[in-house]
């Protein structure tokens, strides 16, 4: 399995998909997250209420985790969604499933390896999303003339772990998709259809209806545990909907990343390379 | 001799398609095996029941001891299937070297493989800029890289160019001599004639005969030349055996069975006649396979 997981580590890491995606999060982040709020708030110096000062506040170092993880559940899991599905549905497009599998690493090992990569790499888009976010908040603080004041160790530690499992389970998310519909196309429509549309879809439409599904669909469905997990953080809006606690959030978003793995293995297993 | 492929009633059923039915196939240790057959005769769906890419609806196969698919095979194996495959943002030796990371063979054995197909100066440009005689080389290069016993190899000379082809056929001649065998799967009747040892004619998913290239084309006639004529005739019509005796271009042409032409030879030396010919009459690989698949179709 560690020679399947090195392979697919070199593969990713050689491919340009990786660093775009990476660089339109940051960039994204950069721009939407800090330099227009900025520029915004700058422009609005001449009679500055209480809401400018909350603004500027989130744009603090001692508020960089939870204004990160804020874009990182929404725009992330877009991102960790087309990721996981081109690192498994580009074997389908290329063809080259069968030039791996007849090298003798067995089915398990190369779904493992190919599972393990696509942690690995929402490791470094989290640690990279977080930094940029420091690194940011940290000029707005030097432009307002503020201390660089930093949260918590434990804050952090819980906004790479909270961030870490979003995206990984998106991703995977990604990667199933990848695997059920064998290429890229469809299951990128499909993956971005549901985490961008059809989950708030589902929750508007039967909100009216009763109040005790909508608290159910907010306890089970992905989208919402991943916005719920974020917001135990400190992300606004606050508190979650979620009835559940920040523990349970995190447990059902862990049970996601390996009822999706298990179904990506499970279905890569079984089926013929065609 | 050794079986190293082995198959026993493999089946393979798309939906309503029958792809592979009933296939009885042997491929001996050190052998060039060709498998023939027209397009979608089920040769290349074999190929993959064979390298566990496919599972078999029924029957049974073994690879190297192992069922198809096994690791405990597949290290033992090299395989191009259908056109080469690769990573097109990657250089050729990185793809190789990405191969070897799977297979847990050195990095180096990477350029040894890329030596070896003549694919050095461009190794490390990325794939899709490569022509589909270079991914091919290539392709036959990722087979090569476990220095297998058995490689399988699909069209192998499918995109190259003639000079390419005559290169290709070389290697495959080359790796398949010692212990090493290649089961080699292609239309191209001529390539098989001159790289195999043994063939297997497959149409419609079935098996339809598994011989040896020389008794393939075997046509049971054969020639004989001699002086006088006249008395090699006689001598021949007598012999037991022998039937259908033709006059042709001066030369006699009859039938006889393969065993008993040593013994033709002596009766004709008794009785005084100077042979200066005496060989079988061989039929194209081509002539061979159009009768054996045009018996299926009938």
Not at chain 2, 138 to 146: C, I, N, R, W
Not at chain 2, 181 to 203: A, K
Request: hydrophobic share 50%; charged share 20%; with cysteine.
């Amino acid at each position: 399995m560690w020679s399947a997981l090195r392979a697919e580590l070199l593969k990713l890491r050689k491919r340009p998909a990786l660093w775009v995606l990476l660089a339109v999060l940051v960039g994204v982040q950069v721009l939407f997250g800090y330099v227009f709020v900025y520029v915004f708030l700058g422009l609005e110096t001449e009679a500055p209420d209480v809401r400018v000062y909350q603004l500027l506040d989130r744009l603090m170092p001692q508020e960089f985790v939870t204004s990160a993880l804020g874009d990182l559940a929404g725009m992330g899991a877009a991102l960790a969604i087309i990721l996981g599905v081109l690192v498994v549905g580009s074997e389908y497009r290329w063809n080259t499933l069968k030039t791996i599998a007849t090298q003798g690493p067995p089915r398990p090992a190369l779904a493992a390896g190919k599972l393990g990569s696509l942690a690995a790499a929402m490791f470094v888009f989290t640690v990279a999303y977080l930094l940029t976010a420091l690194v940011c908040s940290s000029i707005v603080a030097s432009l307002e003339g503020e201390p660089v004041v930093l949260p918590s160790a434990g804050i952090i530690a819980g906004g790479l772990g909270a961030g870490w499992l979003v995206l990984s389970a998106w991703a995977t998310f990604g990667a199933l998709l990848a695997v059920a519909l064998r290429g890229t196309g469809l299951a990128i429509g499909l993956g971005l259809l549901y985490a961008l549309v059809l989950e708030e879809l589902l929750l508007a439409a039967l909100f009216p209806w009763s109040e005790t599904i909508d608290r159910v669909l907010h306890a089970v469905l992905p989208g919402s545990n991943a916005n719920a997990l974020v917001q135990h953080l400190g992300v606004p809006p606050g508190p979650p909907a979620s009835p559940l606690s920040a523990l349970t959030v995190a447990t059902v978003m862990l049970g996601y990343l390996v009822l999706f793995s298990l179904g990506a293995g499970l279905i890569f297993h079984r089926r013929d390379i065609a | 001799m050794e079986q190293i492929i082995t198959t026993h009633k493999l089946s393979k059923r798309y939906g309503d398609v029958l792809a592979v039915d009933e296939l009885d196939l042997a491929v001996n240790r050190g052998e060039v095996y060709g498998l023939l057959g027209p397009n979608g005769a089920g040769k290349t769906t074999t190929l993959r029941m064979l390298l566990g890419l496919v599972r078999p609806t029924a029957g049974t196969a073994k690879v190297l001891n192992a069922p198809p698919g096994a690791q405990a095979g597949l290290a033992r194996l090299g395989a191009l299937v259908e056109e080469p495959a690769f990573y097109p943002y990657l250089s050729g030796r990185d793809n190789l070297r990405l191969l070897a990371r799977y297979t847990g063979v050195s990095l180096q054995r990477a350029d040894e493989v890329l030596e070896r197909v003549e694919l050095t100066a461009r190794a490390d440009s990325k794939v899709k800029t490569y022509s589909l005689g270079m991914r091919q080389r290539l392709g036959v290069a990722a087979a090569l890289l476990k220095d297998p016993e058995l490689l399988v190899l699909d069209e192998p000379t499918s995109g190259l160019d003639p000079r390419g082809m005559a290169e290709m056929r070389a290697l495959i001649r080359s790796v398949g001599t010692g212990e090493r065998t290649v089961l080699l799967c292609s239309h191209l009747l001529g390539e098989v004639e001159q790289t195999c040892d043994r063939v297997g004619v497959i149409d419609e998913g079935r098996m339809v005969r598994q011989a040896p290239v020389a008794e393939l084309r075997a046509s049971g006639r054969f020639v004989v030349a001699g002086e006088p004529l006249e008395d090699a005739e006689r001598v021949c019509r007598q012999f037991p055996g022998v039937s259908d005796v033709e006059i042709v271009g001066g030369r006699l042409e009859l039938t006889l069975d393969a065993d008993k032409i040593g013994d033709l030879n002596a009766a004709l030396q008794q009785a005084g006649v100077r042979v200066h010919e005496l060989r079988q009459l061989e039929r194209s690989l081509e002539s061979v396979f159009l009768e054996l698949t045009e018996e299926e179709e009938d």
